[in-house]
Nanobody
Framework: QVQPVESGGGSVQPGGSLRLSCAVS????????TGWFRQVPGKEREGVARIDRTSGSAYYADSIKGRFTISQDSSENTVYLQMNNLKPEDTAMYYC??????????????WGQGTQVTVSS
Protein backbone atom coordinates (compact mmCIF):
# COMPACT_ATOMS: atom_id res chain seq x y z
CA GLN A 1 0.00 0.00 0.00
CA VAL A 2 1.36 3.39 -1.00
CA GLN A 3 1.11 5.98 1.75
CA PRO A 4 2.05 9.65 1.40
CA VAL A 5 2.70 11.46 4.67
CA GLU A 6 2.90 15.25 4.78
CA SER A 7 4.85 17.34 7.27
CA GLY A 8 6.20 20.85 7.63
CA GLY A 9 3.04 22.87 8.01
CA GLY A 10 2.65 25.57 10.61
CA SER A 11 1.95 29.23 11.22
CA VAL A 12 3.95 31.98 9.58
CA GLN A 13 3.66 35.71 9.04
CA PRO A 14 2.95 37.16 5.60
CA GLY A 15 6.12 37.20 3.54
CA GLY A 16 7.52 34.21 5.38
CA SER A 17 8.47 30.77 4.10
CA LEU A 18 7.69 27.15 4.83
CA ARG A 19 8.84 23.90 3.30
CA LEU A 20 6.39 21.04 3.16
CA SER A 21 7.55 17.46 2.79
CA CYS A 22 5.72 14.46 1.38
CA ALA A 23 7.34 11.14 2.28
CA VAL A 24 5.95 8.27 0.25
CA SER A 25 6.25 4.73 1.55
CA UNK A 26 5.14 1.41 0.19
CA UNK A 27 5.30 -0.08 -3.26
CA UNK A 28 5.85 3.08 -5.26
CA UNK A 29 6.97 1.63 -8.59
CA UNK A 30 3.70 2.65 -10.28
CA UNK A 31 3.44 6.05 -8.59
CA UNK A 32 5.27 8.22 -11.07
CA UNK A 33 3.79 11.62 -10.27
CA THR A 34 3.23 13.57 -7.07
CA GLY A 35 1.07 16.57 -6.55
CA TRP A 36 0.36 19.13 -3.87
CA PHE A 37 -3.17 20.35 -3.34
CA ARG A 38 -4.78 22.73 -0.88
CA GLN A 39 -8.25 23.20 0.45
CA VAL A 40 -10.02 25.76 2.57
CA PRO A 41 -13.26 24.74 4.31
CA GLY A 42 -16.20 25.50 2.09
CA LYS A 43 -14.10 25.81 -1.05
CA GLU A 44 -13.04 23.39 -3.75
CA ARG A 45 -9.70 21.68 -3.57
CA GLU A 46 -7.06 23.47 -5.63
CA GLY A 47 -4.14 21.84 -7.39
CA VAL A 48 -0.97 23.72 -6.47
CA ALA A 49 1.94 21.90 -8.06
CA ARG A 50 2.92 18.58 -9.56
CA ILE A 51 6.17 16.81 -10.33
CA ASP A 52 6.69 13.81 -12.59
CA ARG A 53 9.21 11.61 -10.83
CA THR A 54 11.03 10.16 -13.81
CA SER A 55 11.49 13.32 -15.85
CA GLY A 56 11.50 15.80 -12.97
CA SER A 57 9.10 17.99 -14.94
CA ALA A 58 7.20 20.40 -12.70
CA TYR A 59 3.89 22.15 -13.18
CA TYR A 60 2.39 24.99 -11.15
CA ALA A 61 -0.92 26.73 -10.60
CA ASP A 62 -0.90 30.34 -11.73
CA SER A 63 -1.83 31.46 -8.21
CA ILE A 64 1.51 30.34 -6.77
CA LYS A 65 3.83 30.50 -9.76
CA GLY A 66 7.09 32.21 -8.88
CA ARG A 67 6.59 31.75 -5.15
CA PHE A 68 6.39 27.97 -4.69
CA THR A 69 8.84 25.36 -5.92
CA ILE A 70 8.24 21.61 -6.04
CA SER A 71 11.20 19.27 -5.95
CA GLN A 72 12.13 15.71 -5.05
CA ASP A 73 15.04 14.04 -3.38
CA SER A 74 17.35 11.68 -5.22
CA SER A 75 15.42 8.62 -4.10
CA GLU A 76 12.25 10.18 -5.58
CA ASN A 77 10.38 9.06 -2.48
CA THR A 78 10.21 12.47 -0.83
CA VAL A 79 8.73 15.48 -2.55
CA TYR A 80 9.07 18.99 -1.21
CA LEU A 81 7.06 22.14 -1.65
CA GLN A 82 9.10 25.23 -0.87
CA MET A 83 6.73 28.11 -0.25
CA ASN A 84 8.14 31.64 -0.22
CA ASN A 85 6.54 35.05 0.14
CA LEU A 86 3.50 33.48 1.73
CA LYS A 87 0.25 35.40 1.69
CA PRO A 88 -2.83 35.12 3.92
CA GLU A 89 -4.70 33.61 0.98
CA ASP A 90 -2.26 30.69 1.04
CA THR A 91 -3.81 29.59 4.33
CA ALA A 92 -5.23 26.11 3.79
CA MET A 93 -4.83 22.43 4.51
CA TYR A 94 -2.19 21.14 2.13
CA TYR A 95 -2.40 17.60 0.82
CA CYS A 96 0.05 15.42 -1.03
CA UNK A 97 -1.08 12.83 -3.53
CA UNK A 98 0.72 10.29 -5.70
CA UNK A 99 -0.44 8.63 -8.86
CA UNK A 100 0.28 7.42 -12.35
CA UNK A 101 0.95 9.56 -15.36
CA UNK A 102 -1.88 9.39 -17.86
CA UNK A 103 -0.61 11.88 -20.39
CA UNK A 104 -0.96 14.76 -19.97
CA UNK A 105 -2.33 14.43 -16.47
CA UNK A 106 -1.50 12.65 -13.24
CA UNK A 107 -4.20 10.21 -12.15
CA UNK A 108 -3.94 10.45 -8.38
CA UNK A 109 -4.50 7.23 -6.48
CA UNK A 110 -3.17 7.77 -2.95
CA TRP A 111 -3.68 10.76 -0.68
CA GLY A 112 -2.11 11.92 2.55
CA GLN A 113 -3.89 13.26 5.61
CA GLY A 114 -2.80 16.84 5.09
CA THR A 115 -0.78 19.47 6.92
CA GLN A 116 -2.16 22.86 7.94
CA VAL A 117 -0.55 26.08 6.73
CA THR A 118 -1.67 29.32 8.33
CA VAL A 119 -0.40 32.70 7.15
CA SER A 120 -1.36 35.50 9.49
CA SER A 121 0.08 38.57 11.13
Amino acid sequence: QVQPVESGGGSVQPGGSLRLSCAVSGDTYRSKCTGWFRQVPGKEREGVARIDRTSGSAYYADSIKGRFTISQDSSENTVYLQMNNLKPEDTAMYYCAVGVVVVPRCQYEHWGQGTQVTVSS
